[in-house]
């Protein structure tokens, strides 16, 4: 059975600017998997650099619509724009700091989870660090938030109880976890003896690429590997 994957836009582009995005087609190859995006994240990456060539982003437009031409990406049109205001409410209205809101995701990132919670999608490529904690740890998020600000954060119940019926069994991988996966699944194999140093290099390559990955994260799992 094929499974799919939803991506968010930052995913595809560490990917394609890192020019790792044929793991998307080893994966669709090997493994059945079938990665998935809204209109949203389709405008985002292709339709508005090419439009408006935007030459910074270009080469993965291309490379992204080359992906979704191929069908290995796969733009799902749902019509989740009520359930995309709610989550994008529940989240915005999640955490007060004194007594104001604090707004964390914009509706493109709501958008994607509500089309997930739509088409029962349990899993998610997701770079972005506040909507990563979001799903997978949001009172590790609001710590997070009381130190950057130096104050108390309040949290409404109710927007939390309302966010996480929606949003808290997927599961996300980041793009970096997404190569590291491959790699153990065969993907740098043609480098024969260099598969080692190809996962290093295009793990930073990543992450200079924009992928939310630390330098001790890669280090620790280069050893690990080691």
Excluded: W
Aim: one cysteine or more; charged letters at 25%.
């Amino acid at each position: 059975m094929v499974r799919e994957v939803l991506c968010d836009s930052g995913s595809l582009i560490s990917l394609t600017s890192s020019c790792l995005d044929n793991a998307l087609y080893f994966f669709a190859e090997n493994a059945g998997l079938k990665f998935v995006i809204p209109p949203s994240v389709e405008y985002e990456t292709v339709k508005r650099p090419m439009e408006g060539n935007i030459r910074k982003h270009l080469f993965s437009a291309i490379r992204i619509k080359d992906a979704i031409e191929d069908g290995v990406v796969v733009v799902v049109d749902a019509k989740v724009e009520n359930e995309g205001k709610r989550i994008m409410d529940s989240a915005n209205n999640m955490f007060y700091i004194k007594g104001k809101p604090i707004r964390l995701i914009q509706f493109g990132e709501s958008e994607m989870l509500a089309l997930a919670h739509e088409l029962g999608v349990g899993t998610i490529l997701l770079d972005e660090r506040t909507a990563r904690l979001l799903i997978e740890a949001p009172f590790r998020l609001k710590e997070h938030l009381e130190k950057e600000f130096n104050v108390n954060v309040m949290v409404n119940k109710n927007a939390y109880r309302e966010l996480a019926s929606r949003i808290s069994s997927l599961s996300v991988i980041r793009s970096s976890e997404l190569i590291m996966l491959a790699y153990e699944k065969g993907y740098f194999r043609n480098f024969v003896n260099l598969q080692e140093e190809a996962l290093e290099a295009a793990l930073y390559k990543m992450k200079f690429a924009g992928c939310a990955i630390s330098f001790d994260e890669i280090s620790q799992y280069m050893y690990k590997v080691g």
